[in-house]
């Protein structure tokens, strides 16, 4: 009977356990990507959205650390899954990144007169001494739109999210929508 209850309990702790390891797993992607170490973050993280399709922050660092590499065709495509919705093991801020000054873009003459609008998304690196790194264009709008939006988000001013009181470099997905009235 004891072995039973022994093994009963050996099945239902190891699912968590491995739950737990891939959690893990992002995170240690995560410190990777923040020591610089693209390639050991990139394997890392590569494997957690294999295992967890729906792991936003897994398949955003994995974007951003392809973007370091160079990789962009990978890092668009790795942050085109960023939509999936995943609020299982998010890290724990001390204080999330706080923006505090986003620049609106400029509609260009040809945009205007084509009538185009829509929605730019790109990836931003807020980086923990308050600097902007890349800024990559995820979904795209012709006429100049993009780049309007690329110039304005690097005006973008911000306090960096703070984690056990220290500033971290966070990567996010922002919006620029662009109207015609």
């Known amino acids: 009977m004891k072995e039973l209850i022994v093994t009963s309990l050996a099945l ?30 990139a394997d890392i993280l590569l494997k957690r959205t294999q295992v967890e399709e729906k792991d ?3 398949w955003l660092y ?29 890290p724990e801020y001390d204080s999330e990144l706080q923006i505090t000054s986003k620049p609106k873009p400029r509609y260009t003459k040809e945009a205007r007169s084509r009538n ?7 990836a931003i690196e807020f980086k923990a001494g308050g600097t ?10 012709p006429h100049g739109l993009t780049d309007q939006a690329v110039e304005a ?4 001013k911000f ?22 009235f």
């Open 12 to 41: 239902l702790l190891f699912p968590l356990m491995a739950f737990a390891q891939q959690a893990d797993d992002r995170d240690k992607g995560i410190e990777l990507y923040r020591q610089g170490e693209f390639q050991k973050a």
């Open 56 to 58: 936003r922050l897994a």
């Open 116 to 122: 185009t609008s829509g929605t730019v998304r790109l």
């Open 62 to 90: 994995l974007g951003a650390s392809y973007v370091h590499l160079d990789k962009k065709d990978d890092a668009v495509k790795a942050f085109n899954k960023t939509d999936v919705v995943y609020s299982e093991n998010l």
């Open 132 to 141: 902007l790194g890349f800024v990559v264009p995820v979904r795209e709008l």
């Open 159 to 180: 306090k960096p999210a703070v984690i056990d009181g220290k500033p971290v470099t966070v990567v996010k997905i922002m919006s620029y929508t662009f109207t015609i």
């Open 153 to 156: 988000a690097k005006g973008i």
